[in-house]
């Protein structure tokens, strides 16, 4: 079955309120509206807004009472209107939803999923394009999950909306509306997948940067360059053994993201990566990111986001041998 992105999320969450009574949803506009992207399309229609429920503009609200819900055996599923739009909500992420199971010895499990829109490629001002995921990498008791294409929209939160832990399930805003085929098998949460094979140097990256990354390799074929790309899929928790396999076997890693680079996501991998695969690399690890700036403005930001000439430059800066 072709859909997009959007549609694969919204047969996600139809499927998911089918099978499970449990299952609410909660956010601004996602009702009537059926969300500012339309993910939640339909859904108040069909499954009433007992279930699908609109809420007042209080993120800090929205996520204190889906806590409340998780803890009573309910498994809400948040969504949080635009990535910089979830801060206010932060300190209920970070003091009680992610400490809930280790602050009752593991007795009260929080089955809780806290959709966020992010990324930039839209044309969006401030507040309405930040990648926010090392806020959410480094709050211990956090999953973190972000697909890059149709199946694992939908694959990836169904495993989200099932888990017993407290979930930040990422959407990559600019790829709402790119068109796959949706599979009926999706490797499970906390594994990466070689989404092309490579024998020069490996690109790692996640969510929006998966196809900037595959088509940096495809241009890199006219230099002689035979780039691998693997997808990490979930950022937290982090799956080492994919990631270092294809660093060992090529030698060469560039980290590639929207985020900032000053202590983003790239840092804590190419240190893992670097710590686990020193004798093999040829070079030191790379990292393409966003700028170490605010969002800038619309105009200006196809500058600051990673394309594929930049990947393509940090790729000829590995030190290659004849």
């Not at 940090?314 to 290659?320: D, K, Y």
Request: with cysteine.
């Amino acid at each position: 079955m072709t859909t997009t992105m959007a549609g694969a999320l919204n047969r996600a969450l139809r499927d998911a309120l089918a099978e499970d009574p449990a299952v609410h949803l909660l956010g601004e506009d996602i009702g009537t509206l059926g969300g500012v992207f339309r993910v939640t399309d339909g859904l108040a229609a069909e499954f009433g807004d007992e279930r699908c429920t609109d809420t007042p503009l209080a993120e800090a609200g929205i996520l204190g009472t889906a806590t409340g819900m998780a803890m009573y055996g309910l498994r809400p599923v948040v969504e949080m209107q635009f990535d910089a739009f979830a801060y206010p909500a932060f300190e209920q992420l970070v003091s009680h939803v992610a400490r809930m199971r280790n602050r009752t010895r593991g007795a009260l499990p929080l089955p809780l999923t806290v959709r966020i829109p992010y990324g930039g490629g839209i044309g969006g001002v401030e507040h309405h394009s930040d990648s926010s995921e090392a806020y959410y990498m480094a709050t211990p008791g956090l999953h973190v999950m972000t697909p890059s294409t149709v199946a694992d929209a939908y694959g990836l939160l169904r495993q989200a909306i099932a888990s017993d832990d407290p979930v930040v399930f990422l959407e990559p805003k600019r790829l709402y509306w790119a068109k796959g085929e949706l599979e009926p098998d999706v490797p499970p949460g906390g594994r990466a997948v070689l989404r092309r094979p490579g024998a020069s140097a490996t690109l790692i990256a996640y969510g929006p940067s998966v196809p900037v990354c595959l088509a940096a390799a495809e241009a890199a074929r006219e230099r002689g360059w035979d780039l691998g790309v693997v997808d990490l899929r979930t950022l937290v928790p982090f799956d080492d053994e994919t990631v270092c396999a294809e660093v060992r076997r090529t030698g060469r890693a560039v980290v590639v993201h929207e985020a900032a680079g000053f202590a983003g996501p790239g840092a804590e991998i190419a240190a893992r990566v670097t710590e686990r695969c020193f004798h093999y690399l040829a070079a030191p690890v790379g990292r393409v990111t966003g700028f170490d700036i605010p969002y800038p403005p619309p105009l200006l930001e196809r500058h600051h986001l990673p394309d594929a000439e930049r990947v393509l430059a940090a790729v000829a800066r590995l030190q290659w041998e004849d």
